[in-house]
């Protein structure tokens, strides 16, 4: 893989509590625990040691970081601010949010990219 374009946003999504006991054991399949952190860009969100975020939680994840990539305000779907919503999981047992951060790239429509080829 050769990432070739700096993306305009990068997001953080953080474990911050469980609907069900007090551990995923049983629960999560991906062994969630409160505090665990996953980051991206455009890819898959991952953790320091390489493991990446439940893809059934990617599929909720992905429409609300691409109403960030448009400009959206979270704040219009339930977040808790423009760049933050909480999230539980589809097996309605973690409790993630997640936090986009604006990078100074340029947007990769408004960019122009296609136009450099």
Do not use: H
């Amino acid at each position: 893989m050769k990432k070739w374009y700096d993306e305009e946003y990068e997001f953080e999504i953080e474990v911050i509590g469980f609907l069900r006991g007090d551990k995923t054991e049983r629960y999560c399949r991906n062994g969630e625990e409160i505090g665990d952190k996953y980051k991206c860009t455009y890819g898959c969100p991952v953790n320091t040691d390489g493991y990446g975020i439940c893809s059934k939680t990617m599929m909720m994840m992905y429409p609300i970081m691409e109403a960030v990539r448009s400009g959206g305000d979270l704040e219009n779907i339930g977040g808790d601010g423009k760049y933050s919503k909480t999230i539980v999981c589809p097996d309605g047992c973690v409790i993630f949010k997640l936090t986009a951060k604006k990078l100074e790239n340029e947007n990769f429509y408004k960019g122009k990219f296609f136009e450099q080829i």
